[in-house]
Each structure stands twice: as structure tokens, then as C-alpha cells.
């Protein structure tokens, strides 16, 4: 989603304009970025997926957790940041049938092998990789990409699907929680749409309502909560697979520091029923995810190798 160039200094009476118009009982959520400032997250998602087909029925559950670090390297007139994104660590375990299990850690001695091997072909081949971000401090993404060369071996290990990493998608999978131009009290609702091109199922939009529950105090700091449901829809059908989402329901909370200027930490839980055809045959699965995100020491350093 692109964002319209603005005048610097339009933008910097309008932020003025915002911040003096707000209320008592009313906030401001900005992020705020400092040149050299560096963030660090750890993102941990649980999968649950069954798929059926007629013949039988097939349960797959994978745990990930990625290590990231956000340096910022500039912020210009207009408060929008280059930042450096880097996953410094990857860990995979992968629950499949017949008990069989399968695990990655990127920090590992001993090369992957098997399973573990293709897993690491594709996303363990993003370690160290500086992906540029350019964000707004309302937590949009302007411009996200890989270096090229690292584009090129994705595509090599993974064919088409390596174009979920084209800067066009890298852009939107990087929006932050997306904040609303004015200010928010308890109970205020707003939207933001992303649009996620996936060349085997099409275009997937991804609107997320987010609501503003006040302040609240968590582990002696005093924090922003908000709640935050997403619904997905396949408005075309323009990939090899035709997907009908049958019944989805997800929600999420977010605590954000408005003095930091940063997500101290969230979670979201999210289920899905979709019947997808292929060549003639349909898939039916379900899939129950859970995500979380928390903010890290800056000054943590990833694991020593196992």
C-alpha cells in the first residue's frame, strides 16, 4: 500500500495540530525512532494444521521463534526511519504423523538434514540477511526489501512461493500495529487493510480492527493496551488454487509504551476453516495459530551454538 509524499512541513503542522487537539483522557500513539537506536524482538508462532482429504487425515504442528534486531539508521524531517531489520536466529520443531518430529536451530553445529534441510533451504536462508524498512511513526511501512542476492537464492530454494518476499509484500507483512492519524480514548475503533499477493492462492486481503482499551499498568510500567481482531478474504480468484475460507475468528492485544514509543509485547490467537481445490481435488484444513512478540534487551545477544 503506498503513501502519499507529503510537504515536511504540512506533516510537521499537522502532527502539531493533532497532539494540541488532544483531550484529557485522550492519547497520541506515535513510535518514536532515534538514529543508531537498536530494538530487539523475539517472535514465537504455534501452528496447528489438519488437512483431510477423503482418504485420510493429516496433523502437522510447528512451533517457530525468530530473534530480530531493529537498528534504526536515520530518521528524516518528516519522523520516518530507515531501519536495518536483521533475524539473527531461527528455531523450528515440527510435530508430524507417526510420531515422527522434526527440529531446526539456525545457531546449530551440525548442518540440517532431511525436512530440517528444506526448512532451512527456504526460511533458515534469511538468517543475517538486512532486510530495509523504511516506517512512519503511525507504524506504516513505506518500503521493505531483501538484498537481491538473498531474493535470488529464496527463489532458488522455494520456486514462485519465494515471491511472498517481493518488496510489494515485504512492505505490507512489515506494517506495524498501524496507528490512526488522531487521537484515541478508551473505546475508539479504527481499520487498516493490507493486500498480500500469494502466486499459488491470489491476492489475500488482511483488514484489522483495532480498538483502544486506556492504560494499563503491566510489571511496574504503564502501558497502552490494545485489542486487535483480523479478517481475511480471497476477493479474486487469481492463483493455481481456488481457497474458500469456510469460518475464521481471531483476536489479539497489544501493550504499547508511549514514552519508548514501542510495542513492549503481544499476542494473538487466530482459527481458520478452508477448503482449498487443486486440480480437481479439495483440501480441507484447519488451522489454529498463536503469536507472540516481545521486546528484548537491546543489548541481548543471540545464543551460543548448541
Known amino acids: 500500500m503506498s503513501i502519499p509524499a507529503r510537504c515536511t512541513g504540512a506533516v510537521a503542522l499537522a502532527v502539531v495540530l493533532v497532539a494540541a487537539s488532544a483531550s484529557p483522557g ?14 530487539r524482538y523475539a517472535v514465537t ?24 534486531r531493529q537498528k534504526t539508521d536515520a530518521v528524516d524531517a518528516e519522523g520516518v526511519a530507515s531501519i536495518v531489520q536483521t533475524v539473527e536466529r531461527v528455531r523450528m520443531d515440527m510435530e508430524l504423523p507417526q510420531g515422527r518430529k522434526v527440529l531446526y536451530d539456525s545457531a546449530a553445529k551440525d548442518p540440517p538434514e532431511g525436512v530440517a534441510k528444506a526448512y532451512a533451504s527456504a526460511v533458515g536462508s534469511l538468517v543475517d540477511r538486512p532486510i530495509q524498512i523504511r516506517l512512519t511513526p503511525l507504524g506504516e511501512a513505506r518500503k521493505a526489501e531483501l538484498p537481491a542476492d538473498a531474493l535470488a537464492g529464496l527463489k532458488k530454494a522455494v520456486g514462485p512461493a519465494a515471491d511472498i518476499a517481493s518488496p510489494e ?30 502466486p499459488a492462492m491470489g491476492k489475500l486481503l488482511v483488514q484489522t ?37 469456510k469460518a475464521q475468528e481471531s483476536q ?55
Open 26 to 39: 485522550q492519547k497520541v500513539l506515535r513510535y518514536k525512532f532515534t538514529a543508531g537506536q537498536t530494538h
Open 45 to 68: 508462532q504455534k501452528m496447528v494444521q489438519t488437512v483431510a482429504t477423503p482418504e485420510r487425515s493429516v496433523k502437522i504442528t510447528l512451533t517457530q521463534t525468530m530473534d530480530t
Open 169 to 198: 509484500n515485504l512492505t505490507q507483512l512489515n506494517n506495524l500495529a498501524v496507528f490512526p492519524q488522531e487521537p484515541v480514548s478508551a473505546g475508539h475503533t479504527w481499520k487498516h487493510q493490507a493486500a498480500i499477493t500469494n
Open 209 to 245: 480492527t483495532y480498538r483502544y482499551e486506556g492504560e494499563e499498568t503491566r510489571q511496574g510500567r504503564n502501558l497502552d493496551k490494545i485489542s486487535f481482531n483480523m479478517a481475511l478474504s480471497f476477493p479474486e480468484k487469481e492463483g493455481l488454487a481456488a481457497v474458500n475460507i
Open 252 to 306: 489479539g492485544t497489544i501493550y504499547f509504551d508511549s514514552a519508548l514509543g514501542q510495542i513492549i509485547e503481544s499476542a494473538s490467537t487466530a482459527r481458520l476453516k478452508l477448503a482449498t481445490s487443486v486440480a480437481g481435488m479439495t483440501l480441507d484444513q484447519d488451522m489454529e495459530m498463536a503469536t507472540e512478540v516481545k521486546l528484548k534487551p537491546a543489548e541481548t545477544q543471540p545464543a551460543e551454538k548448541p
